[in-house]
T-cell receptor, first 110, second 114 residues
């Protein structure tokens, strides 16, 4: 079956850096997405990795290691508005089917 | 102003009633998807469609039905056969349904069955 694991909750301080990890065990893996979701709202796209390595987009970066079945999302210069759930989703089954993790609820404190 | 709309935002129904959730997109995307989100669980795929007049079951299709008569519309019907229908329902779309296409989400409909 498909399995995606990520921590349930994390807390960090405004202005700091936080790393949210995601491990996956899936068949037909073809890339990994990160989404941000504020409570009661739609998930919004943050990043996509298909090759090993780091993708940087402003304050957000995402890393993928296909051999280790591992990804992380790095958030720099944390702001209060970054308090949200961060969803890791793997493309599985060789098509555009996404398997989602349960999400990591990040709380940014003063 | 392009995007995905879902209506209504909140919906209440009595047990045993069918209910249809609306999803419309003006992004000219070929593929559309329906997910369900429950507390403590990841999003789970209900149905998806990669082209008009064609759709496939996702992981949890039992108790749901869909249609795709127009490219821009993909309504979801929650039938009385769905045992636990109370959830947050999210519609998404992507350009071609290809393996690396980003899926973009609508604002969601929170369905409560009383």
């Amino acid at each position: 079956g498909q399995n995606i694991d990520q921590p349930t909750e994390m807390t960090a301080t405004e202005g700091a850096i936080v790393q949210i990890n995601c491990t996956y065990q899936t068949s037909g893996f073809n890339g990994l997405f990160w989404y941000q979701q504020h409570a009661g709202e739609a998930p919004t796209f943050l990043s996509y990795n298909v090759l090993d390595g780091l993708e940087e987009k402003g304050r957000f970066s995402s890393f993928l290691s296909r051999s280790k079945g591992y990804s992380y999302l790095l958030l720099k210069e944390l702001q209060m508005k970054d308090s949200a759930s961060y969803l890791c989703a793997a493309i599985t089954g060789g098509g555009n089917k996404l398997t989602f993790g349960t999400g990591t609820q990040l709380k940014v404190e003063l | 102003d392009g995007g995905i709309t879902q209506s209504p935002k909140y919906l209440f129904r009595k047990e045993g009633q069918n209910v249809t959730l609306s999803c419309e997109q003006n992004l000219n995307h070929d593929a559309m998807y329906w997910y369900r989100q429950d507390p403590g669980q990841g999003l789970r795929l209900i149905y998806y469609s990669q082209i008009v007049n064609d759709f496939q079951k996702g992981d949890i299709a039992e108790g749901y039905s869909v249609s795709r008569e127009k490219k821009e519309s993909f309504p979801l019907t929650v039938t009385s056969a769905q045992k636990n229908p109370t959830a947050f329902y999210l519609c998404a779309s992507s350009s071609t349904g290809g393996s690396t296409d980003t899926q973009y989400f609508g604002p969601g409909t929170r369905l409560t069955v009383l």
